[in-house]
T-cell receptor, first 108, second 115 residues
Framework: DAKTTQPTSMDCAEGRAANLPCNHS???????VYWYRQIHSQGPQYIIH???NNETNEMASLIITEDRKSSTLILPHATLRDTAVYYC?????????FGTGTRLKVLA | DSGVTQTPKHLITATGQRVTLRCSPR?????VYWYQQSLDQGLQFLIH???????AKGNILERFSAQQFPDLHSELNLSSLELGDSALYFC??????????????FGEGSRLTVL
């Protein structure tokens, strides 16, 4: 079975960049990489997505390797409100499959 | 507020019972996705409907079923409930179906407790 793996947890100092990695055992050419975050038990919130090019929006940047099996979500200046579980998601035909998630703790 | 409404927010029931969870997608969204999140676990994809038709199934048990109605709301039916079915059940909606539909909009979830 295809697997998406992420570190279980990470810490980041407030104001510093948080770099969250994600690895896919397999990824097809038409499968997008999405990132979502979940604060406590609320519904997950969209952050960013991409296919093969690096992407940036007002929240974050997404770096995707050339073979597309790895991606990194970058929160450029982490704040305490960024403490959450971050999910890497593979989106293919009619499915969004969530990874195991990284619990990010931003430290004051 | 994502615009996705899920009811009930909390539900407590006994083993062997049957429950129905309801989801109203954002106005104009045709796709509905259901996910299960057990305690401290990730989100497991259950099923996806688009404009009333089932488009994809994930790890959904045979005791579970879903449908999407002509007004686009969706219901997830869970029967012969077991203790292990206790979880948060999330519904998400999107405008279209497929790999690059943009973001999914999630509801706040229905927390099911089976005693």
């Amino acid at each position: 079975d295809a697997k998406t793996t992420q570190p279980t947890s990470m810490d980041c100092a407030e104001g510093r960049a948080a770099n969250l990695p994600c690895n896919h055992s397999t990824i097809s050419g038409n499968e997008y990489v999405y990132w979502y975050r979940q604060i406590h038990s609320q519904g997950p919130q969209y952050i960013i997505h991409g296919l093969k090019n690096n992407e940036t929006n007002e929240m974050a940047s997404l770096i995707i390797t050339e073979d597309r099996k790895s991606s990194t979500l970058i929160l450029p200046h982490a704040t305490l409100r960024d403490t959450a579980v971050y999910y890497c998601v593979k989106s293919g035909t009619y499915k969004y499959i969530f990874g195991t998630g990284t619990r990010l703790k931003v430290l004051a | 507020d994502s615009g996705v409404t899920q009811t009930p927010k909390h539900l407590i029931t006994a083993t062997g019972q049957r429950v129905t969870l309801r989801c109203s997608p954002r106005s104009g969204d045709l796709s509905v996705y259901w996910y299960q999140q057990s305690l401290d676990q990730g989100l497991q994809f259950l099923i996806h409907y688009y404009n009333g038709e089932e488009r994809a199934k994930g790890n959904i048990l045979e005791r579970f079923s879903a449908q999407q109605f002509p007004d686009l709301h969706s219901e997830l039916n869970l029967s012969s409930l077991e203790l292990g079915d206790s979880a948060l059940y999330f519904c998400a909606s999107s405008a279209t179906s497929g790999g690059n539909t943009g973001e999914l909009f999630f509801g706040e979830g229905s927390r099911l407790t089976v005693l």
